[in-house]
């Protein structure tokens, strides 16, 4: 089945202490892209990566890291987490040879951190 | 601030009636602009899409109109089902590679 999977579904987290959140499709999809969804703001994107070692900015890229090192992965890394990074993260991916090429999301990583 | 902008958070509709579902943008840049469905505890799923040089856009009981002079685009339902109860996010790209949302309309449709 087609998917892209993100690990862990719910995390809580202290202050400070480093953590990732894994990214993986099986769909061979050059693009891959992180977002945050926040009451009221809706789905913030905040790092993109158009194939492996190619990574950009989105719109709220500040504490977190990106790597691409595989096709099929896209680890988001928040290096010293702050309670202002609480939200509801999702990864998708994407075909993008057309503009028509419509987004995969996973299933969401609710972040908490304390 | 904002590039894309849904004014209302929620919208209740009877079944079978016509649902209408608003989105506001401020760069006339943007390439595409997507509507996708979420359901809770789900990831966003794509629904339909137009591109800046079109006006309208159908697929099934999915039309999503696009008024450029405006910055206006909406996604009609018609007829509206129970199992389209969910939140819709309209977004546009930009330059290719990034996307913007708007908040969503959370739509419920009464049986």
């Known amino acids: 089945e087609a998917q892209v999977t993100q690990n862990p579904r719910y995390l809580i987290t202290v202050t400070g202490k480093k953590l990732t959140v894994t990214c993986s499709q099986n769909?061979?999809?050059?693009?891959m892209s992180w977002y945050r969804q926040d009451p009221g703001l809706g789905l913030r994107q905040i790092y993109y990566?158009?194939?492996?070692?190619?990574?950009d900015k989105g719109d709220v890229p500040e504490g977190y890291k990106v790597s691409r090192k595989e096709k099929r992965n896209f680890p988001l890394i928040l290096e010293s987490p702050s309670p202002n990074q609480t939200s509801l993260y999702f990864c998708?991916?994407?075909?993008?040879?057309?503009?028509?090429?419509?987004?995969?999301f996973g299933n969401g990583t609710r972040l908490t951190v304390t | 601030d904002q590039q894309v902008k849904q004014n209302s958070p929620s919208l209740s509709v009877q079944e079978g009636r016509i649902s209408i579902l608003n989105c506001d943008y401020t760069?006339?840049?943007?390439?595409?602009f997507l509507w996708y469905k979420k359901y809770p505890a789900e990831g966003p799923t794509f629904l339909i899409s137009?591109?800046?040089?079109?006006d309208k856009n159908e697929d099934g009981r999915f039309t999503v109109f696009l008024n450029k002079s405006a910055k206006h685009l909406s996604l009609h339902i018609v007829p509206s089902q129970p199992g389209d109860s969910a939140v819709y996010f309209c977004?546009?790209?930009?330059?290719?590679?990034?996307?913007?949302f708007g908040s969503g309309t959370k739509l419920n449709v009464k049986p």
């Open positions: 998708a991916s994407s075909q993008r040879r057309s503009l028509d090429s419509p987004l995969h």
């Open positions: 769909m061979n999809h050059e693009y």
């Open positions: 990566s158009m194939n492996v070692e190619v990574t």
């Open positions: 760069n006339s840049m943007f390439d595409y």
């Open positions: 137009i591109s800046s040089i079109k």
């Open positions: 977004a546009a790209l930009y330059n290719f590679n990034k996307f913007y």
